[in-house]
């Protein structure tokens, strides 16, 4: 149970920094997935290098669960990246 808790909590961090970092770069337009904004956006190689990044930490989030014995490391690794892009969107 612990674990889907983190998992979810992962979740909906991820995707409020993801939308923060969208209204900042891409404000009043229509925010698509991470994969499809790399697949069909002009992006600077600032913003491609982020988004490859996020798509790898979304990933390793979705693989949360089926790896427990890592689950302390993932936790904490995801929730740096989480805490450190924030602050970086300030």
């Known amino acids: ?5 983190n998992h ?3 979740v909906d961090a991820l995707s409020d920094l993801y939308k923060k970092w ?14 499809e904004m790399l697949l069909i956006a002009k992006l ?10 996020f798509s790898e930490m979304w990933t390793m989030n979705s693989d949360y669960l089926f790896y427990s014995e890592d689950d302390n490391v993932l936790n904490d690794l995801i929730s740096k990246y989480i805490a450190k ?3 970086d969107l300030k």
Not at 1 to 5: D, N, Q, S
Not at 22 to 35: Q, V
Not at 44 to 53: A, D
Request: overall charge neutral.
């Open 8 to 10: 979810d909590k992962n």
């Open 44 to 53: 600077s190689k600032k913003q491609r290098l982020w988004l490859e990044l």
């Open 85 to 87: 892009e924030m602050g």
């Open 22 to 35: 969208g209204d900042k770069r891409f404000p009043g337009k229509e925010l698509l997935s991470a994969d």
């Open 1 to 5: 149970m612990g674990e889907a808790m």
